[in-house]
């Protein structure tokens, strides 16, 4: 069973950093590209950062791109979302998703971990 | 970016039909996909690529369309598919989401 667990979020001021993680279980990590995406309270969905799954190259919108780094440590299972100098609007639920890279598409969600920015 | 526009809610009974509509700004191909989420749960695939079922989805569920005009069908409805369902295409960059459809049952 494909089985994908976030942890890290929390309350953070603006301007500070947070890290999160996700741990996957029940597939072959190091197969499959990886993705965060997020969801503001009561909003809609955004695709935040994708990874490789060797994490050679990765991939954000204009709206996180120079302040969130996506990694991966494929010995550990585990995928990570390095988040700097964050913005009020940055408060979200964020997802780990398992992408098909094929067609682009997140197959897989974890159940989410909750970062708010405030002050 | 490409928006993707739902109708913001609906209101059907057990047992009807409902279809729910994706509208995108600019083509996407066939390149649209379907998630439902639950109330305090994460979304879950549902429909790949405008019309391939999700592994382990009831087959209640369809999806048809492609450039720009989509459609999620559910038929028939039951009591448990109570959520918002979100079309999200990929074909062009970056991925978008559509702003959900609450679908509620009478």
């Known amino acids: 069973e494909v089985q994908l667990v976030e942890t890290g979020g929390g309350l953070v001021q603006p301007g500070r950093s947070l890290k999160l993680s996700c741990v996957a279980s029940g597939f072959t990590f190091n197969n499959y590209w990886m993705s965060w995406t997020r969801q503001a309270p009561g909003k809609g969905l955004e695709w935040v950062a994708s990874i490789t799954n060797s994490g050679g190259s990765t991939y954000y919108p204009d709206s996180v791109k120079g302040r969130f780094t996506i990694s991966r440590d494929n010995a550990q299972n585990t995928l990570y979302l390095q988040m700097n100098s964050l913005r009020s609007e940055d408060t979200a639920t964020y997802y780990c998703?398992?992408?098909?890279?094929?067609?682009?598409?997140?197959?897989?969600w974890g159940p989410g971990t909750m970062v708010t920015v405030s002050s | 970016d490409t928006v993707l526009t739902q109708s913001p809610a609906l209101a059907v009974s057990p047992g009807e039909r409902v279809s729910i509509s994706c509208r995108a700004s600019e083509g996407v191909n066939s390149y649209m996909h379907w998630y439902q989420q639950k109330p305090g749960q994460q979304p879950k695939l549902l429909i790949y690529?405008?019309?391939n079922l999700a592994s382990g989805v009831p087959a209640r569920f369809s999806g048809s369309g492609s450039g720009t005009d989509f459609t999620l069908t559910i038929d028939p409805v039951e009591a448990d598919d109570t959520a918002t369902y979100f079309c999200q295409q990929s074909w062009n960059d970056p991925p978008t989401f559509g702003g959900g459809t609450k679908l509620e049952l009478k």
């Open positions: 690529k405008a019309s």
């Open positions: 998703t398992r992408a098909r890279l094929q067609y682009w598409y997140f197959d897989f």
